[in-house]
């Protein structure tokens, strides 16, 4: 036997029996099937099944001779809280993934499937209907600007593809939206009505300044503000930002300007969504060095953005014959590039990866690599500098001499690592030693290098 379990909205239908009527017969005619008994539901509440009705469905679904059971105005979630309902109650019942149907063992031990004849979903719940309309509401009040939203008695509010709000409903949604962003929502009184207006950026960018006690905690932010930005803020903080700019000099800039934005936003989207990333021609920008060969890579799992040493990389998980290295690309250097639709699991991304990133300390540093270990020594001269200020990775310090030069272990995973900052420091740091003498020979060789180039 089958059963049509007929809800029906009678919120809507009301005690209008003939529609109620005309609902079922079609409801029962989309089944093509003789054998049907149909039991009709009127629901007030809205389309979720609740407990009481969860507990009436069993009860048909365990009666002898019932093989199929079909809901009408009903939907997935539903479906599946049924589900779980029978569980709960010590019940057999699966549910397929994905599917429009479960499948419960009666009491005669016969496997009744239970399925959806038509899904309400397409019509939204209240509060989805509504999460939908704030999200449009919100887009509506930022591509207004400062003209707003003005909901009026004797007006509806038409968003593009919905319903229109009534003015009552709109003042609602709006007062849930400035009661949820209150920093970047205003309401203002005019006449009658009320404008709710999105705040400008430059109006937020004002109140994190007045957050903050110390100007010189902006530092990063006003040496890359230009005079458009400027030219939007209020009287005072113009005044406020150009004094500060007019006693600091900023010689290293704190980001790395390039033009093509869109990197940087992709990027990041495809961080945050999970997807690969195909990476054309990198550093062909700077081909004519013979080191740099344009290179391709293929199915780039990104990890995260980082800013380091005046410049932005992203860190990624790489390929290169069978085995996986994080390898840090220079945006800048990236000559094309595709956001791919295969996308990644959270799983995909090993603990190992991210320890990586937590502990490295250079761009050289190489990602499962063992750290090796070398003395170095520091003279008198400049062991302040070293005390005060870490300036190798992993820097220890191992002894101090009563002439007030230091010893220091260093940790490294390949010599490039190391080797640029012992330069800058010579000749005041000395390698005392490292593993087979890699750090010396290798320094001896660039000396010797640069030496022949000298004396030319």
């Not at 004797?154 to 409903?169: C, D, N, Q, R, V």
């Not at 994080?326 to 991210?354: C, H, P, W």
């Amino acid at each position: 036997m089958t059963i049509l379990y007929a809800r029906y909205n009678a919120n809507y239908l009301g005690n209008d029996l003939e529609k109620i009527k005309i609902q079922i017969n079609e409801a029962r005619n989309r089944l093509n099937e003789t054998d049907v008994e149909v039991i009709s539901v009127g629901v007030k509440s809205g389309k979720s099944l609740a407990k009481k009705e969860m507990r009436s469905l069993l009860d048909i679904v365990y009666r002898d001779g019932v093989t199929k059971v079909y809901l009408s105005y009903c939907d997935m979630r539903s479906l599946a809280a049924l589900c779980t309902f029978s569980r709960q109650n010590d019940l057999d019942c699966k549910m397929e993934e994905g599917e429009d149907w479960m499948i419960v063992q009666n009491a005669a031990g016969v496997r009744v499937s239970v399925s959806l004849l038509e899904t309400a979903k397409s019509k939204g719940s209240g509060t989805e209907k509504k999460i939908h309309y704030l999200f449009k509401l919100l887009e509506c009040l930022q591509r207004e600007g400062s003209q707003g939203i003005i909901p009026c008695d004797e007006e509806s509010f038409y968003i593009s593809g919905m319903e229109a709000l009534p003015s009552h409903t709109l003042k609602r949604y709006l007062d849930d939206l400035k009661h949820v962003f209150p920093t970047i929502i205003k309401k203002r009184k005019e006449n009658k009505c009320h404008r709710y207006v999105m705040v400008e950026k430059y109006e937020i960018l004002e109140k994190v300044m007045y957050k903050i006690d110390a100007m010189e905690e902006l530092v990063g932010l006003f040496a890359v503000m230009d005079e458009e930005t400027i030219k939007q803020l209020s009287a005072a903080t113009k005044k406020a930002v150009r004094e500060h700019n007019s006693a600091i000099l900023y010689k290293s800039r704190p980001f790395e300007k390039f033009e093509d934005n869109a990197l940087f936003r992709d990027v990041k989207e495809a961080i945050i969504k999970q997807h690969y990333i195909d990476i054309y021609e990198y550093e062909k920008q700077i081909e004519n060095l013979e080191e740099y060969a344009s290179k391709d890579y293929y199915d780039v799992l990104p990890l995260k953005i980082i800013y380091m040493e005046n410049n932005w990389y992203f860190a990624g998980v790489v390929h290169v014959k069978s085995k996986e290295y994080v390898r840090f690309f220079r945006l800048r250097f990236i000559g094309d590039y595709k956001i791919l639709d295969k996308s990644f699991e959270l799983q995909d991304i090993k603990t190992a990866y991210l320890d990586f990133l937590d502990t490295f300390e250079t761009l050289f540093t190489r990602y499962g690599i063992p750290q090796k270990k070398a003395l170095l020594n520091v003279s008198s001269h400049v062991a302040a500098y070293f005390e005060n200020k870490q300036q190798f990775p992993g820097q220890n310090v191992m002894q101090r001499e009563e002439n007030g030069s230091m010893t220091f272990e260093v940790q490294y995973t390949q010599v490039d690592e190391i080797l640029p900052l012992i330069k800058r420091w010579i000749p005041d740091v000395t390698v005392i030693e490292s593993p087979e003498n890699e750090i010396e020979e290798q320094l001896k060789r660039e000396l010797e290098a640069l030496l022949h180039t000298i004396t030319k």
